[in-house]
Nanobody, 123 residues
Framework: QVQLVESGGGLVQARGSLRLSCVDSGYIFSMYAMGWFRQAPGKEREFVAAINWSGGSTYYADSVKGRFTISRDRAKYTTYLQMNSLKPEDTAVYYC????????????????WGQGTQVTVSS
């Protein structure tokens, strides 16, 4: 069975930083890509960033490119999202997800999801 658990969200002022973590505690993720998505109240879930199984290839949404960094530590079963220069429009629930064999940008194509962690950026 697969379980993904996000942590690291919270309140932060604009231009501040947060680092989100996603821990896999129940599955071997060889050949799985990982993605981060976010969903604000009343809006569709949107793609944020993705990383391949080896950590050697990444992709970002235009809205976060240059500000967010996705990384992966397979030995610790953890995928990270470092968020810098945060803006109020980044406020959302952030989810990590897993898919195979390669990452995609459509949330409907992902197989496993965490429960989400709230990120709130004040102006």
């Amino acid at each position: 069975q697969v379980q993904l658990v996000e942590s690291g969200g919270g309140l932060v002022q604009a231009r501040g930083s947060l680092r989100l973590s996603c821990v896999d505690s129940g599955y071997i993720f060889s050949m799985y890509a990982m993605g981060w998505f976010r969903q604000a109240p009343g809006k569709e879930r949107e793609f944020v960033a993705a990383i391949n199984w080896s950590g050697g290839s990444t992709y970002y949404a235009d809205s976060v490119k240059g500000r967010f960094t996705i990384s992966r530590d397979r030995a610790k079963y953890t995928t990270y999202l470092q968020m810098n220069s945060l803006k109020p429009e980044d406020t959302a629930v952030y989810y990590c997800a897993a898919t195979r064999p390669f990452w995609k940008t459509d949330h409907r194509d992902y197989d496993y999801w965490g429960q989400g962690t709230q990120v709130t950026v004040s102006s």
